[in-house]
């Protein structure tokens, strides 16, 4: 079993910054992938980046430039921050986690609330 634990969203303003942060747990495990996620109200959920295992990421362009994502030497947590934050970046952020290339992302987190307001 696996657990993906995200943590650090809240309320911001226009022009800050935060930092989400995600932890892969449990046993029998294989990372190939990790993933940041999120979904608006009314939206379907998109992807605003990923990493391999190998280190190679995938940056969504609307956030490119103001999103970073990194991970820690243990490559079980996994960062993301964002910065010149803007309104339409409210949503829930989801952490995802996939074992294999081939296969969809398996693993979720519970989600964490971004809100962008003045």
């Known amino acids: 079993q696996v657990q993906v634990v995200e943590s650090g969203g809240g309320l911001v303003q226009p022009g800050g910054s935060l930092r989400l942060s995600c932890a892969a747990s449990?046993?029998?495990?294989?990372?190939?992938?990790m993933g940041w996620f999120r979904q608006a109200p009314g939206k379907q959920r998109e992807l605003v980046a990923t990493?391999?295992?190998?280190?190679?990421?995938n940056i969504a362009n609307s956030v490119k430039g103001r999103f970073t994502i990194t991970r820690d030497n243990t490559k079980t947590t996994l960062y993301l921050q964002m910065n010149s934050l803007k309104p339409e970046n409210t949503a829930v952020y989801y952490c995802?986690?996939?074992?294999?290339?081939?296969?969809?992302?398996?693993?979720w987190g519970q989600g964490t609330q971004v809100t962008v307001s003045s």
């Open positions: 990493i391999t295992i190998g280190g190679i990421t």
């Open positions: 449990g046993s029998r495990f294989s990372i190939y992938a």
């Open positions: 995802g986690l996939k074992e294999r290339p081939i296969i969809p992302y398996s693993y």
